[in-house]
């Protein structure tokens, strides 16, 4: 399975304080220590116990997710950690080479929000494309395919990239940028912590990053069918006890819907619902 050092170490510590057991997880978890991506482990380890596969993970280390899906369409791992979309894939990938997971995330409901430095007054005051557009500078990673089109379609183009996540963070704190887009943490205002620096969210608006997410299993690995069938039919078990939803609610990951939050781009999320979810 693909992860960095990070999800690894947060996994983890998520499953050890349920005896480093994974079918006992529940969402009980402390406020703001636990980000998407190590709960979404959880859930994809989770679901391989319960179709059948109880052998021990092992993880290939990816640095971000273009590198976790090479790895899989290569072989050198069997599965991705984390929930993706196609957009991941370069103009050299097919995503017929892959088995992906009916969706976990379906389309238009991965939100991110706009998250600044508190000081960030300009930005703060931000209420529409055109308002992020005049007060200042965003930043995504070089890999993040899917925000830069959605937010180009929406109209942003004070836009620069950078290699790694710590890069994002640090070329904010340089003054480079000002701000970047990411899902709502569960902390109090969903503030979250970065680089030891408090980031907030603009208040009152998102985006949709529109496509639907999977986790991506190996069609070249010989495991990879016998892995897919089992991941599929735990997704399906999960799904049914509400696991998925209520781990990523522990994370934060739906608290703008309950708030009514604007979707900046919710013409284009209303056009894409009707296309239907590729079946791998």
Known sequence: MTANDAIIKSYREIVDRFDGDPLKVTPDLPPGRYDRTAVEMVIVVRAL???????????????????????????????????????????????????????????GEFHKLFYCLPENKKVLAARSAEDLN????GIIGTVWDNDRQVLGDMGITNLIQAPTFPCLIKMILAGRADWIPMEASNQPGMERIMEGKRFVPVPGIRFSLIESRHFMVSRVHPDGQAVFNALQAGLRELRRQGFIRAMLDATGFHQTDRLGWKTLNQDAVDLHRVRPAPAR
Do not use: M
């Open 49 to 107: 116990r319960l179709g059948g596969v109880d052998r021990p993970i092992t993880f290939v280390k990816a640095s971000n997710a273009r590198r976790a899906v090479e790895e899989v369409l290569c072989g050198d791992a069997v599965l991705t950690g984390q929930q993706l979309d196609t957009s991941v894939l370069n103009d050299r990938q097919n995503i017929d080479d892959l088995y992906l997971s009916d969706p976990v995330t379906p389309v």
């Open 134 to 137: 005049r007060a200042g500078r």
